[in-house]
DNA sequence: GATTTTTGTCACGAAACCGTCACCATTTCG
DNA sequence: CGAAATGGTGACGGTTTCGTGACAAAAATC
């Protein structure tokens, strides 16, 4: 999961001195020297996160966050802004603007990091977090929980996402591939038959409860989480 | 220090004549049509009290409150209700909601401003006044104590406020940055890694009262309070 | 101002988890 | 029937994650 980040900063020494900070945590940096490239770039692909400074030539920091603020496509993309010296104005202009955080510089590497990742963790996903209930299966995401026939199952976080997913969308077929770019995500690059042993560690998992035949293999296609069962004679 | 004032009013009239009001007695005003935007604003900044008409398109005032009342960060936010006439089946529902105080309409700009600054002076005192009782614990804010099967357990305070907050919000797991932002707040930065110790604290401190199991960690997720034991077979 | 408590960070080790592979059973099809 | 394809299964090394004790700085207390 790489995080990427737009830097617009027109000096030079400083933005390369952000860039490198930023990419030694492992974040993905891209560069923008002033408000118009940082728009074209956000134009053509959405970044994780947009580090604005307040001084820029031509349009300023501050315009650039009402900018996006204003357009539905950016409105929820999380904006730090960094600040010249401790100027209080600014922090409540730029606040006010839209921006989610503001940093002055001078800042520690650490501090923005930190905000940073403030800032990230505080959008709040809300997707998925609806209890799933079949089969004698109760899977609670909030409480990050399973249940089946009222006793606890101890799953690993992979094989979670995998019943959450089948159990999201069930009596249905899903191929190995979908099954990895939906639970593991469409970067990874892993093999196929993993899904298999995760399906294998799944079953064990659900097995001393009695529930069996739950998670069905499709041969030559996938798995599908089913409550019918499939007795075909 | 600029108290700032949202006002959730969808009658445009109705709205700037309020905020011209306010903001001519020096507060400054941030608008919002309905419930909707006004999460937005509040999600991105805590104004410092909002002014919430009864009668909204959409998710009423009343349901705006319940929402913001609800969460653990704008629980103590001040709340004043704007209702249509003397009601007093509203007035009671308001504050029962968790309103601070209610204004009805037609109301004169001395009168509201009156209110506002009553609010203002008797803000809440923190967040979370009731008693905490779960798993043979017992949580008192006010006290400041907490009693394991009756015995006092001395917490430090960062502790504190952590079981605190797990109590509040119990089956439910919770990451560790979701700890950070809403136990030690979303300005302070220290490592993620700083929960698990105070969690080990914690279950230090828990642990000579046979109190174990209570705070569970979540492999990948973070941590969760809970009643219900974990153990399998 | 000195002592005690509290707090954040780190290093280390244990445990859990993950991806891959080899091997075997079963099915499919020439 | 035999070969190829497909999926189940157990095991193994590498990585990630978490618990734990120690330590120094900061804050509170006396």
New interface residues.
């Given amino acids: 999961m790489t995080v990427n980040v737009l830097v617009v900063e027109d000096e030079p020494a400083i933005l390369e001195l952000i860039a490198v900070n930023l990419e030694q945590a492992g974040l993905h940096v891209l560069r923008a020297a002033d408000a118009e490239a940082a728009l074209r770039f956000i134009g053509e692909a959405l970044p994780d996160l947009v580090l604005v400074d307040w001084m820029l030539p031509g349009l300023s920091g501050i315009e650039l966050v009402r900018r996006l603020r204003r357009e539905e496509r950016t409105r929820a993309l999380p904006l730090i802004l960094l600040t010249a010296r401790g100027a209080e104005v600014d922090k409540?202009l730029g606040?006010e603007a839209?921006a989610?955080d503001y940093v002055t510089k001078p800042f520690s590497p650490?501090?923005l990091l930190?905000?940073i990742?403030?800032v990230l963790?505080?959008r709040?996903p809300e997707v998925g977090e609806e209890v799933l209930e079949a089969g004698g299966l109760k899977l609670d995401p909030?409480?990050?929980?399973v249940l089946a026939q009222g006793?606890?199952?101890?799953l690993?976080?992979t094989e979670f996402r995998l019943l959450q997913f089948l159990m999201a969308h069930p009596e249905r077929v899903h191929s190995r591939g979908q099954l990895l770019d939906r639970v593991w995500g469409d970067h990874v690059f892993v093999e196929e038959r993993t899904v298999d042993v995760h399906v294998r560690r799944l079953r064990a998992a659900l097995e001393?409860y009695g529930l069996s035949g739950l998670i069905q293999t499709v041969r030559g296609a996938g798995y599908r989480f089913s409550v019918q069962a499939t007795q075909e004679a």
């Fill in positions: 409540v606040l839209g989610d650490r501090e930190a905000r990742r403030a963790r505080r709040r909030a409480a990050r929980r006793r606890v199952v101890s690993g976080p001393p």
